[in-house]
C-alpha cells in the first residue's frame, strides 16, 4: 500500500497564503487519484479539493474555488494544495488522502489517508 504524510500546515492571518504537502512511499504516487479533505471542529469531514493521476483533472468545493489550487508532480511523489486568501472558515486539519480505483469527493472511498496537518486562521 502507500503510505501519506502531509505537511506545510500553521497559523497565518486572514488572507494571508499556506502551501501543504503530501509525500507518498510505498508505491509510485502516479498511479493514484488523490483528494485533499479537512475537518475542522465540531464538523464532518469534507472535501476540498481532487485531482487524477495525470493531474489532468482537478475539483474543487465551491468555497475554495479560486483561492485553493491542488496541483501533483507525480516524479516527486508529491501533490500539493496552494491555499490562498485564507479565511477563518478554513481553519481545519488538513488530510490528504489516495485512491487507486476512484476519483470521489466522499472520505469513505479514500483507502489510503495521511495524518493531518493543522490549518489556523486567526480574524
Known amino acids: 500500500q502507500v503510505q501519506l504524510v502531509e505537511s506545510g500546515g500553521g497559523l497565518v492571518q486572514a488572507g494571508g497564503s499556506l502551501r501543504l504537502s503530501c509525500l507518498a512511499s510505498?508505491?509510485?504516487?502516479?498511479?493514484?487519484?488523490v483528494g485533499w479533505f479537512r475537518q475542522a471542529p465540531g464538523k464532518e469531514r469534507e472535501f476540498v479539493a481532487r485531482?487524477?493521476?495525470?493531474?489532468?483533472?482537478?475539483d474543487y468545493v465551491d468555497s475554495v474555488k479560486g483561492r485553493f489550487t491542488i496541483s501533483r508532480d507525480n516524479a516527486k511523489n508529491a501533490v500539493y494544495l496552494q491555499m490562498n486568501n485564507l479565511k477563518p472558515e478554513d481553519t481545519a486539519v488538513y488530510y490528504c488522502?489516495?485512491?487507486?480505483?476512484?476519483?470521489?469527493?466522499?472520505?469513505?472511498?479514500?483507502?489510503?489517508w495521511g495524518q493531518g496537518t493543522q490549518v489556523t486562521v486567526s480574524s
Open positions: 510505498g508505491r509510485p504516487f502516479g498511479n493514484y487519484n
Open positions: 488522502a489516495a485512491s487507486r480505483t476512484g476519483w470521489s469527493t466522499r472520505p469513505d472511498e479514500y483507502p489510503y
Open positions: 485531482i487524477i493521476w495525470s493531474g489532468g483533472g482537478t
